[in-house]
Nanobody, 122 residues
């Protein structure tokens, strides 16, 4: 299984970015696709998740109302639309996958992509 994350960059506070995760190597039926982030010196934290079949979404409180996770237009892709970005959103963002159910601890995820860096300047 391979997960390929892309879309990070440097933006000013209040701007938007869209991250994408392309998944390959297996069928993701009954899987959860998630985004985590990790700032320097901090633990990896849950951002958002979506169930592949039903499209049910889950968000961390810190991003509710600003971030939207969705299935991408291309097959086996998941996107994270990030609006109203804040300096505290600065981190490396990782996509991850695991079988159902949705869990928010990073240790429970089987598959990981490489990080894509998001930097939000004030």
């Amino acid at each position: 299984v391979q997960l390929q994350a892309s879309g990070g960059g440097l933006v000013q506070a209040g701007a938007s970015l869209r991250l994408s995760c392309a998944a390959s190597g297996r069928t993701f039926t009954d899987y959860v696709m998630a985004w985590f982030r990790q700032a320097p010196g901090n633990e990896r934290q849950f951002v958002a998740a979506i169930t592949w079949n039903a499209g049910v979404t889950h968000y961390a409180d810190s991003v509710k109302g600003r971030f939207t996770i969705s299935k991408g237009y291309a097959e086996n892709t998941v996107s994270l639309q990030m609006d109203s970005l804040k300096p505290e959103d600065t981190a490396a963002y990782y996509c991850a996958a695991r079988p159902l159910p949705v869990l928010t601890n990073s240790a429970s995820y089987n598959y990981w992509g490489q990080g894509t860096l998001v930097t939000v300047s004030s």
